[in-house]
């Protein structure tokens, strides 16, 4: 799940981290006494506007129809509104958004923590993250902060570092003090990179986190070191053990489709084929969507309806594919193990008479319990849809409608 930078930040602020402190707005005159409660309580007498939406790039990106930036310094409260009021309720696009872009709902207003013609301030990137071929969290950091990680990791990888982190003993001081060293930092500004080390693993872990990325982490010209932004993706796997975290979801972030799904308890993700999936289990899925891209079609989405597909889950996996105008053929593939392929079978009937004239056709790999019963349910139903008894077979079907 996604946060917002301004969910991010109060995230890291609850586990010590020094943040660039800031107020979130959804209207110009929210923001105005946003900057003015800033300025009481920061002294700060510039502003940092900054659009929130799931998406990176924001400072670089362009409000469609005017030359505004989705990251904007104000320097007075008449800024400060017009900023608001130029960004707010329109359309954002960014290297990360795609042509479509993205509507800003709210805004953050920061306090400026930069200062004019002060060339001691530094930037870093810092992340926390899973390394999947240890299967240990490592932190990821260079002095190459405010930029493309990807573009950097590029043309001068060797200015990007990592530290993983043993599980037995988790992250160890001489661990933080090396991040610190290698980022160049001495002093006051070494101690404090250290604790903000320690502080931002915390973090990680007790929110239990899939990345952290902070770009960039300011060294300020007093020496204190801070999280100008925030990414954080949490792992929706342990949402149960925080509601509080669950309540930040927005949903008007998502795809609307997959947010339909998960309400009816389906395992959704749209893809860009031709081909609608309905199968039970993510690992099955998986080799459906490879059987079809081999017998030449292209999965349209991956939909695992899980255990219990009975008919409602399927006439609402059903629905769910349908909003799909580039599905010009659905494959159903189930194995009956803790449910009955029978039932599943009565459940597809079902739901195609519910549903109405279903204008693509529908291809039924039903294996394991009840399999014959239910390839006699689907044969004997008088509907629009053909049964098969292997996987290729069902494959091949998809092929031939789609030629």
């Given at each position: 799940?996604?946060?917002h930078?301004?969910q991010?930040k109060?995230?890291?602020?609850?586990f010590?981290v020094?943040?660039?402190?800031?107020i979130?707005?959804d209207?110009?005159?929210q923001?105005?006494?946003?900057a003015?409660?800033?300025?009481?309580?920061?002294?700060?007498g510039?502003?940092?506007v900054k659009a929130q939406?799931?998406?990176?790039g924001r400072?670089?990106?362009?409000?469609i129809g005017s030359?505004?930036?989705?990251?904007a310094l104000?320097k007075?409260?008449d800024?400060?509104?017009?900023?608001a009021e130029?960004?707010l309720g329109n359309?954002?696009?960014?290297i990360q958004?795609?042509?479509?872009?993205?509507?800003v709902n709210?805004?953050l207003?920061?306090?400026d923590?930069y200062?004019?013609?002060?060339?001691?301030t530094k930037e870093?990137?810092?992340?926390v993250l899973l390394n999947?071929?240890?299967?240990?969290?490592?932190?990821?950091?260079?002095?190459e902060?405010?930029?493309?990680i990807?573009?950097?990791?590029?043309?001068?990888p060797?200015?990007?570092?990592?530290?993983?982190?043993?599980?037995k003993v988790?992250?160890?001081?001489?661990?933080?003090?090396?991040?610190?060293y290698?980022l160049?930092?001495?002093?006051?500004a070494?101690?404090d990179?250290?604790?903000?080390?320690?502080?931002?693993?915390?973090?990680?872990e007790g929110?239990?986190a899939?990345?952290?990325?902070i770009n960039?982490?300011l060294?300020t010209?007093d020496?204190k070191?801070?999280?100008v932004?925030s990414?954080v993706?949490?792992d929706?796997?342990?949402?149960?053990r925080?509601?509080d975290y669950?309540a930040?979801?927005?949903t008007s972030?998502e795809?609307?489709t997959?947010?339909?799904?998960?309400?009816?308890?389906?395992n959704?993700?749209?893809l860009?084929g031709?081909v609608g999936?309905?199968v039970?289990?993510?690992g099955l899925?998986m080799?459906?969507m490879?059987?079809?891209?081999?017998?030449g079609?292209e999965?349209a989405?991956f939909?695992?309806?899980?255990?219990t597909?009975?008919?409602?889950?399927v006439e609402n996996?059903f629905r769910?594919?349908?909003q799909?105008?580039n599905?010009k053929?659905?494959?159903?593939?189930i194995f009956?193990g803790?449910v009955?392929?029978?039932?599943v079978a009565?459940?597809v009937?079902?739901?195609y008479k519910?549903i109405?004239?279903?204008?693509?056709?529908i291809?039924?790999r039903?294996q394991?319990?009840?399999?014959?019963e239910?390839k006699q349910?689907?044969?004997?139903?008088?509907?629009?849809?053909?049964?098969?008894?292997l996987l290729q077979?069902?494959?091949?079907?998809?092929r031939e409608?789609?030629a």
């Amino acid at each position: 799940m996604n946060l917002h930078e301004y969910q991010g930040k109060s995230i890291l602020k609850s586990f010590g981290v020094k943040i660039q402190e800031g107020i979130v707005a959804d209207t110009p005159a929210q923001a105005v006494e946003a900057a003015k409660k800033l300025q009481a309580e920061t002294g700060t007498g510039w502003w940092v506007v900054k659009a929130q939406i799931h998406a990176g790039g924001r400072g670089k990106g362009s409000i469609i129809g005017s030359d505004q930036r989705g990251v904007a310094l104000a320097k007075s409260l008449d800024d400060v509104r017009t900023i608001a009021e130029n960004i707010l309720g329109n359309t954002l696009v960014t290297i990360q958004t795609g042509e479509a872009g993205k509507q800003v709902n709210k805004i953050l207003i920061a306090q400026d923590v930069y200062y004019p013609g002060d060339s001691e301030t530094k930037e870093f990137y810092m992340s926390v993250l899973l390394n999947r071929s240890s299967g240990r969290n490592m932190i990821m950091y260079s002095t190459e902060g405010g930029m493309d990680i990807e573009k950097v990791a590029e043309e001068t990888p060797h200015l990007i570092h990592t530290e993983e982190i043993d599980p037995k003993v988790g992250l160890m001081p001489f661990q933080s003090r090396k991040i610190a060293y290698n980022l160049g930092l001495s002093g006051a500004a070494f101690k404090d990179m250290v604790k903000f080390v320690g502080s931002l693993y915390k973090a990680y872990e007790g929110c239990d986190a899939a990345m952290f990325e902070i770009n960039p982490v300011l060294k300020t010209s007093d020496d204190k070191i801070m999280a100008v932004d925030s990414k954080v993706t949490l792992d929706e796997n342990a949402l149960f053990r925080h509601a509080d975290y669950a309540a930040m979801r927005d949903t008007s972030e998502e795809d609307p489709t997959e947010v339909e799904a998960a309400s009816f308890s389906l395992n959704y993700v749209k893809l860009d084929g031709n081909v609608g999936c309905m199968v039970n289990g993510a690992g099955l899925a998986m080799a459906t969507m490879d059987m079809i891209k081999l017998s030449g079609g292209e999965p349209a989405n991956f939909l695992d309806v899980g255990g219990t597909a009975n008919a409602e889950r399927v006439e609402n996996a059903f629905r769910i594919i349908l909003q799909d105008p580039n599905v010009k053929a659905i494959l159903i593939n189930i194995f009956g193990g803790i449910v009955r392929c029978d039932r599943v079978a009565q459940g597809v009937v079902d739901a195609y008479k519910n549903i109405g004239e279903i204008p693509v056709p529908i291809i039924v790999r039903l294996q394991g319990t009840n399999a014959a019963e239910a390839k006699q349910i689907i044969d004997n139903s008088g509907l629009k849809v053909q049964s098969a008894i292997l996987l290729q077979e069902a494959a091949d079907k998809v092929r031939e409608v789609l030629a």
